[in-house]
């Protein structure tokens, strides 16, 4: 196997990276909005100043609005590409795995399940091909273990030591593929 983790510490850091960029450029931009409002001369005499000040009180509620939705529009945003990102990384590769399992259960074991370049979850689908080709050693195994014993029994006189020596030989292959069948196994 690969890797032990099935979501590698680098995809995790990557991903944490971006979204914590889109939070930070979401943060400046309303901060600069912000600035832009508040960037204001009170004006010359006691007059303009109070006047200025009565308009900035009656506009501060729909600035901060403006802000929440500037940042709320972004969380959105960033929410949906990241929801894009992870299905097509990290749920692929599950569906993929599904779709496999389903075919075994329907024994086919003509296929590997692949990836794709960065892809997560890659040790799931490479203990998952390791099994099928365990899977299609034993069965085949069995397939030529079948077709000897069927050889063996359509003669008149069969050959119980051809028999015994292929049933030795199918043990031992399939011994190194799964520990039931090992010497000594139960």
């Known amino acids: ?28 931009l309303t ?38 939705a500037i940042q709320l529009v972004l969380i959105l945003l960033m929410t949906f590409a990241i929801h894009l990102f992870v299905s097509h990384k990290i749920a692929g590769p599950v569906y993929r795995y599904e779709l496999s399992l389903t075919s075994i259960l329907k024994d086919d074991l003509r296929f590997d399940v692949r990836t794709r370049q960065g892809d997560q979850l890659k040790s799931m689908v490479h203990a998952l091909n390791d099994f ?15 077709a000897t014993l069927d050889e063996e029994l359509a003669k008149d006189n069969p050959d119980p030591e051809v028999i015994r020596d292929r049933i030795g030989q199918v043990k031992a292959a399939m011994g190194e593929q799964h520990p039931a069948f090992r010497e000594g196994a139960a």
């Open 132 to 146: 099928l080709e365990a899977m299609r050693l034993m069965y085949g195994g069995i397939a030529d273990l079948r």
């Open 31 to 68: 901060s600069l909005s912000f600035f832009y409002f508040l960037d204001q001369s009170l004006g010359d005499g006691y007059f303009e100043s109070l006047l200025t000040l009565t308009q900035f009180e009656a506009r501060l509620p729909e600035h901060l609005l403006w802000s929440f």
């Open 1 to 28: 196997m690969k890797s032990d983790k099935p979501i590698q510490p680098v995809f995790t850091f990557k991903f944490q990276f971006k979204y914590s960029l889109v939070m930070v450029f979401g943060s400046i």
